[in-house]
Every structure is written in C-alpha cells, then in structure tokens.
C-alpha cells in the first residue's frame, strides 16, 4: 500500500535575522534561487513513512524542532531539503485558535476557522451545529473570543478541525490545554478516528498520550530524527534519557563545590576527597586496584557523627554503601565540631565504568541521614565481565 | 486552483470590511468622510485660494470628485496591501493556504468601500445638477476594474518586498503622497506648462483619470485604442507581481 506521507530526509533551515542589509541580502539570495547564507538547522534529514491508520507521536524536548516538522507536514512551510509526499486531507491544529479574531463572537469565528481548512460554505452550514455542540461552550459561543478562557478557545479550535472530517490529523501539544473532561472528549474523538482508519500526528510531552494513540513514535534531538519506533520502545527510551539527565544535572551539582564547603544542617560532610595513597586526587581508579577516599564531617552539637561511604553507579543505582558504625570505626575529633574520616578501599571489585563516590553524614543514632557529597569517579581496566561487578568465583571441573 | 479556495477568499473578505469598522463605531463612517473632507480641502485651494482663471467656471468639485476616489482607492489598496503579509503573519506562520488571497481580499474589500463611497458621491452630485450622464458609467466600471487589477498586481510586489524589508512602508507612503500631485487629479492636464505636459501625461493616472472624465462628463460609452493598450499594461502588471509573489511566499514564514 502506497504510504499516505512519506517524508525523505527532510530538513529544514531558518535564517538568522539582524541588521537590514542582512535582509537585504537574504532577499537577493533567495530571490536568485540560493539559500540563505546565515542560517540554523531546526530539524534535519528526517525519514518517516506512514501508512494510512498509522499513528505517529511526535517527542522530544523544546527546541527539538517537533512543531518544525509538524509545520512541514501540514504544507505551512516548505523544507529547505529532501521531499514530502502528504497524499490525503489534512487538518492541523497547529496552535489552537490561529485563526481567530478576538473581536468577533465564536459562531462568527467558526466560519474563517472552517474556511482556513478547506471547509465550503455549503459544508459548514451542516455542520456548524455540530461543530457547535462539540465545542459545548454553551452561551460563549455568541460571546467575542476575547473574552473567552484559553480552555474555551481550545474548545473551539478542536471542534472546528473534527468538522473537517480529516485523514490526517496535526496536533501541536493540544491536549495539554482545556479540562480534564475535555480533554477526555478529544481522545475519545481521537480514538474513534483512529478506529475509522484515521491517521494521527500528536507532538506531546504527555507520553502517556502518545503511548495510548500512537502506534509509532519519532524522537527529535537537535532537529535530528534520534530514534524512531514503536511508541513504547522510544517514550521509555525517552523517559531513561530523561532520568538520567536529571540525574546528571543532580551529581554536577553535588559535586560542584570545591573540595571544602559550609556545614549544611546539624550533620554535614564539609569536606570530601577521592585520591591515591599518596594523597593526589583521583578522578579514575583502577578495576582490582584501589583508592581513598578522606573527608571532614561537622557536628553542630559536637557529638560524634556516622559517616557513610559508598559507591553508585552514574545512573544513581547503589552499588555498595557502608556506615562508619558498622565496622566500628570512630571518625578522629580534630575540634569541638570537627571529625577527620578516611576510608581506603583495595580490590576494587567493580567493572569498568562510571560510577560515583558519596559521603553522607549521619546523626550519632545512625537514624537520620544529613547530608550529601559525591564525586565522579571512573573505574577503568580490562574486563571483559559483563555486569556490575566481579563476584569471586570459581569453575567446577565435576 | 484559486478557485477551489473561493469560500475562504469570501471570508477573508468579509472579514477585511468588517475590520474597518468592528471594535471602532466610526470607521465605516471615517472611509466617506475622509474622502469628502479632502475633496472640501482642495475645492477651497484651488477655487478660493489659488483660483487660476483655467479654472474659473468649470465644475472643479466634480472634476475632482471623479478622480479622487480612484486615487484613494489605489493608494490606500496599495499601503494596506504591503503590510497585509504581516498582519496575517499569525495565520501564515500557522496555517497553510495561498498567501496572495490576503492581498486581494484587502485590496477588493479597499476598492468595495472607495466604490460605494464614489457612486455615492457621484448620484449626489447629479442629483444637485452637476453635469453628469449615465451612458459612461459602464466604461467608467471597466476602468476602475483595471485600477483594481493594476492596484493588486502592485500590492503583491510590495507586500513581497515589505516581508523582507521592513521599510518599504515607511518609504511607500511619502511616496505615495508625492505621487498624488505629480498625476493630473488635482489640476486639469492643461494647467501644466506645454513642455513639462508630456511627462505628467505619461503617468498611467493621467490616462485613469482623462478616461474617467470624459466617460462620466463627457458620456463615452465606447473603449478607445487606448483601453487595449491598458489592458495589456494591466495584465502584465498583475502577472509580474503575482509570478513575483508566488515565487518568494515559500519563505514568508520564516522572514515574518
């Protein structure tokens, strides 16, 4: 079956806007024929092919250049490269109520709205009614749209695009917008279009919508197509990268400081090293080998804190963590609030990677954690283990 | 092709006129006063200021009367035309249709309020005696037919350029001022010394406006040579501007 949109590496560039004679000479390049000689790519060779009934979640975080390709494909812009086929009517929601007047009444903005997707006079005046009754705005709809909530205006623009009776629907972020129960309209419409062999395009941040209409999914990244899939596949994909980003933006932070800081509550680590034997600071330590690691914890009431040292992996997944107490070790009063720890792990067990060293800092109970300090430390060596870490074992000959 | 798009050029339309007076209790009012106001103006300068002795005992309110409109039409057809691509950038930068639709819709709904204001003017006028004859009026029609086809094939050319350069505006309205002057609306062409005349008689406004008197005072009826040549000069204006248009829309969105 002939795909009904096939986009082949399509691309897309913006120029840079500044000075008048710049525009000067954007128009004269363009006018010639050339592209534009300053400009950013906002989305670049992306392949997608969608039979009819297929569904595509559109994802990726701001700027990725989503409502880019979502423009393209609803025929508002041309790409600067490669080429779209659309073989089907398209209605777009690209923002809801583009298109709207705030001046005039909503049954009046229906008509351009309508008009603006391809909508007859002769098919609108059977259709308004409809059109009217799914937006249910009651009394509004005889109301200037400047007086409307953006709830309303969504409403609205929904209604008019359902009227169009589309086989390609564009949905820019639509359902963010309006109440629950509407939204739950619109996936209700959603979903019986798709029944009816309609073909969706949802850009969303809502994975969950995206995994509950879409069948595939396309993961933009710096306007490059970074994955493409079934939905779940490429929304938990998603998701992982998110986590970890968070996560990254979390350790940096953590580690941000500089080897010292000020005591952050009762308990606190103010002082945190990774180094050698010899004392100079590491960053990577060698698989079977080992490392220090040596800090300064704070009392506010001057009573002896538990110290925790352990290792997580760079995603945040514990690996090993152990408490001062519990091999019975007393960090050294160096004053009244000041405690010296220092703990030396050998044989480092775990597999070549990126993992992290965290302190914490602990009331004298061992109940309540205070505090947090962590620093980057990579494990290298030759392994060709797989997994976290080594487990002493051994291979049974009987 | 631009026919499949006829109900939303009507709505746009539509919408064009209604925007001249929704939100301003006085506009619609304000696109026939502002006209009768001018035309009070000059009728003053040139009958009680200026008073040339050409002048004396011709129908000046009339003669002005017939080619004024046109030029008010025309030149403000012509400014709102070149910003109209920018008014609508909500919608260029949301929604796919033909972009030239804009244009002609403000340029139709400009020549829709002139035109009512014109014929208006006009049945006033002969209605207090002015010497007009009705046989003219259909020639009169086809040449605001060719002002209005003229008028659009030059508000695509700049409503294209004003897209990229923002100051073609500021400099179309000066000009458009000068221009009124240099064309023979104001003053009969035989005011103009005999060796200047053939300039001011070049102005395509000079031809609009002599077949305008003569259709409506001096009750042509019949299309002259001429009238084919302006034809010509009319359709290659609007093609010109349309084949220019068309061929820098694509980029549009991303300049707006």
Not at chain 2, 41 to 65: D, N, S
């Amino acid at each position: 079956m002939e795909p009904l949109l096939s986009l082949d590496h399509i691309g897309k560039d913006y120029p840079r806007l500044k000075n008048a004679g710049s525009q000067l000479r954007n128009f004269l390049a363009l006018l010639r024929g050339q592209g534009v000689a300053d400009f950013y790519r906002a989305l670049d060779d992306v392949t997608v092919n969608l039979r009819r009934g297929e569904s595509l979640g559109i994802i990726g975080e701001n700027g990725a250049g989503k409502s880019t390709l979502l423009k393209i494909i609803a025929g508002v812009i041309k790409p600067s490269r490669g080429s779209n086929v659309v073989r089907g009517r398209v209605s777009a929601l690209l923002e809801l109520g583009s298109g709207f007047h705030p001046e005039y009444t909503g049954l009046e903005n229906i008509d351009l709205a309508a008009a603006l997707l391809g909508l007859s006079a002769d098919d609108l005046r059977d259709k308004r009614e409809e059109i009217v009754a799914f937006a249910d705005i009651g009394e509004h709809i005889n109301q200037p749209i400047k007086h409307y909530s953006s709830g309303m205006v969504v409403r609205l623009g929904f209604a008019v695009a359902t009227a169009v009776e589309p086989e390609i629907l564009i949905t820019d972020e639509v359902l963010a917008v309006g109440d629950e129960s509407f939204q739950k309209k619109c996936i209700r419409w959603i979903e019986a279009f798709l029944a009816d062999g309609g073909t969706l395009l949802l850009c969303s941040h809502s994975m969950y919508h995206i995994q509950k209409l879409c069948q595939q999914a396309l993961w933009l990244h710096h306007g490059r197509q970074h994955m493409l899939g079934s939905s779940a596949e490429v929304t938990q994909e998603y998701l992982a990268y998110h986590e970890k980003k968070e996560l990254a933006a979390k350790a940096e932070a953590a580690t941000r400081p500089a080897q010292a800081r000020a005591p952050q509550g009762a308990y606190s680590i103010v002082e945190f090293r990774v180094e050698d034997d010899g004392g100079t600071p590491l960053d990577s330590a060698t698989y079977r080998g080992s490392f220090r690691a040596t800090g300064t914890a704070y009392s506010d009431d001057g009573r002896e804190p538990v110290v925790v040292v352990g290792l997580v992996r760079a995603d945040g997944t514990p690996v090993y963590g152990v408490l001062s107490e519990m091999d019975g070790y007393r960090p050294i009063r160096i004053d009244a609030q000041h405690f010296r720890f220092a703990i030396r792990f050998h044989d480092l067990l775990t597999l070549p990677g990126k993992y992290a060293v965290r302190a914490h800092a602990m009331d004298p109970e061992a109940l309540r954690l205070f505090d947090t300090w962590e620093i980057e430390l990579a494990v290298v060596g030759d392994s060709r283990e797989v997994g976290l870490c080594h487990l002493p074992h051994s291979w049974l000959e009987s | 092709m631009l026919w499949r798009h006829r109900h939303l050029f009507a709505n746009l339309y539509r919408r064009e006129i209604r925007n001249r007076y929704v939100g301003s209790a006085s506009g619609m009012f304000w696109a026939l006063l502002h006209p009768l106001l001018l035309l009070g103006v000059y009728t003053f300068i040139f009958t009680l200021v200026f008073r040339p002795p050409e002048l004396t005992g011709k129908h000046y309110l009339l003669f002005v009367a017939i080619g004024l409109w046109p030029w008010l039409a025309f030149q403000e057809s012509l400014l709102r035309g070149t910003v109209a691509i920018q008014g609508y950038a909500g919608l260029i930068k949301k929604v796919a249709f033909p972009h030239e639709l804009v244009i002609y819709s403000t340029v139709a709904a400009t020549f829709t309020l002139h035109l009512a204001g014109y014929l208006l003017v006009l049945a006033v006028l002969w209605a207090v005696g002015q010497p007009l004859t009705a046989t003219g009026l259909p020639l009169a029609l086809g040449v605001w037919a060719l002002l209005f086809l003229a008028s659009s094939g030059l508000a695509l050319f700049f409503s294209t350029i004003q897209v990229f350069l923002k100051d073609t505006e500021h400099i179309l309205s000066p000009v458009m001022q000068i221009l009124l002057y240099l064309a023979p609306i104001l003053y009969p062409l035989t005011l103009v010394p005999p060796d200047l005349r053939v300039w001011v008689a070049a102005n395509p406004f000079s031809y609009l406006v002599g077949r305008l008197r003569e259709a409506l005072e001096g009750g042509q009826a019949l299309p002259v040579s001429a009238d084919a040549w302006a034809l010509l000069g009319t359709v290659v204006v609007l093609l010109a501007g349309r084949a220019f248009f068309l061929r820098m829309s694509p980029y549009f969105e991303d300049f707006v």
